[in-house]
């Protein structure tokens, strides 16, 4: 594999905060078992899958890691959780910063095409063709906090209450953690009583338009920034097209790009 390659897919400031995330390996007594893998060229064997598309047995045997073994470690470190705990870790690390705006997040989704699995439903705006969402919450200027994945044919407003309860607790420059925006906006598809009454419960002030009388057009002066970063998740070509049948291993997935884009944000500040 092309170090320039394996910098450019996963940098020392992206496996610094990753490193100490993974299950450690240990022998058993007996013998036998799973032997030890190259840790580092595994999870950039997991980044080059999401990157560019490909599937599993096409990846390239200069990783220095059998297309099998990636995918046995994409797998452990789905179940036990690592692409949460590394988005969390690049959110404390910004958040730390101050560069995490809390005055306000923003919810949108798009669709994926789906070629199999769990998590699917027919999409009432592609003639019905089976599909999943993916549900995002940011922050103010478009870093996403909080995702979710769902059937094409759950409505938008059934993932609002838990992105927004989902949404991980982060540190501050100042003071304590934190993990509820002073505003929520969101189009009209997340109105309803039920969901203004929740959050104005939590402190949280919404902002979304009310069906038939205002149009979600005036939030685009916020909106657009979700809707930026949206099509940066898209970017990762993985996610254009879901073949993965788990929906665990779906939502791995854009668990790590968003793990991703925000080192990138990490990254820029160290520049």
Same mark, same amino acid.
């Given at each position: 594999?092309?170090?320039?390659?394996?910098?450019?897919?996963?940098?020392?400031?992206?496996?610094?905060? #990753? #490193?100490?995330?993974?299950?450690?390996?240990?022998?058993?007594?007996?013998?036998?078992?799973? #032997? $030890?893998?190259?840790?580092?060229?595994?999870?950039? &064997?997991?980044?080059?899958?999401?990157?560019?598309?490909?599937?599993?047995?096409?990846?390239?045997?200069?990783?220095?890691?059998?297309?099998?073994?990636?995918?046995?470690?994409?797998?452990?470190?789905?179940?036990?959780?690592?692409?949460?705990?590394?988005?969390?870790?690049?959110?404390?690390?910004?958040?730390?910063?101050?560069?995490?705006?809390?005055?306000?997040?923003?919810?949108?989704?798009?669709?994926?095409?789906?070629?199999?699995?769990?998590?699917?439903?027919?999409? $009432?705006?592609?003639?019905?063709?089976?599909?999943?969402?993916?549900?995002?919450?940011?922050?103010?200027?478009?870093?996403?906090? #909080?995702?979710?994945?769902?059937?094409?044919?759950?409505?938008?407003?059934?993932?609002?209450?838990?992105?927004?309860?989902?949404?991980?607790?982060?540190?501050?420059?100042?003071?304590?953690?934190?993990?509820?925006? !002073?505003?929520?906006?969101?189009?009209?598809?997340?109105?309803?009583?039920?969901?203004?009454?929740?959050?104005?419960?939590?402190?949280?002030?919404?902002?979304? &338009?009310?069906? !038939?009388?205002?149009?979600?057009?005036?939030?685009?002066?916020?909106?657009?920034?979700?809707?930026?970063?949206?099509?940066?998740?898209?970017?990762?070509?993985?996610?254009?097209?879901?073949?993965?049948?788990?929906?665990?291993?779906?939502?791995?997935?854009?668990?790590?790009?968003?793990?991703?884009?925000?080192?990138?944000?990490?990254?820029?500040?160290?520049?």
């Amino acid at each position: 594999m092309s170090v320039d390659l394996s910098q450019r897919l996963v940098p020392d400031g992206l496996w610094e905060l #990753a #490193a100490p995330l993974p299950p450690k390996f240990t022998s058993r007594p007996q013998g036998g078992g799973t #032997a $030890p893998v190259d840790e580092r060229a595994a999870f950039t &064997a997991v980044v080059y899958v999401l990157t560019s598309g490909c599937a599993w047995r096409h990846l390239p045997e200069t990783f220095g890691v059998s297309p099998a073994t990636a995918h046995r470690r994409f797998a452990l470190w789905t179940e036990a959780g690592l692409w949460r705990r590394l988005h969390r870790e690049v959110l404390d690390e910004l958040g730390a910063r101050g560069e995490v705006d809390w005055t306000a997040a923003i919810v949108d989704a798009a669709s994926v095409q789906r070629k199999g699995g769990r998590l699917t439903g027919r999409n $009432p705006v592609d003639r019905g063709k089976k599909g999943s969402r993916l549900h995002v919450l940011s922050d103010a200027q478009g870093l996403p906090l #909080a995702l979710g994945v769902s059937g094409a044919s759950v409505h938008d407003g059934q993932a609002l209450l838990p992105l927004v309860a989902g949404t991980p607790a982060v540190r501050s420059r100042r003071g304590p953690r934190r993990r509820r925006p !002073g505003r929520l906006r969101a189009d009209k598809a997340y109105h309803s009583a039920e969901k203004l009454t929740w959050l104005r419960e939590r402190g949280i002030v919404p902002r979304i &338009a009310r069906p !038939g009388i205002e149009s979600s057009k005036r939030l685009g002066r916020h909106r657009w920034k979700i809707g930026r970063s949206i099509p940066w998740l898209f970017g990762y070509r993985r996610l254009t097209v879901r073949y993965e049948r788990k929906g665990s291993h779906f939502l791995a997935f854009p668990g790590l790009a968003v793990a991703l884009t925000c080192c990138k944000k990490l990254a820029q500040l160290a520049t």
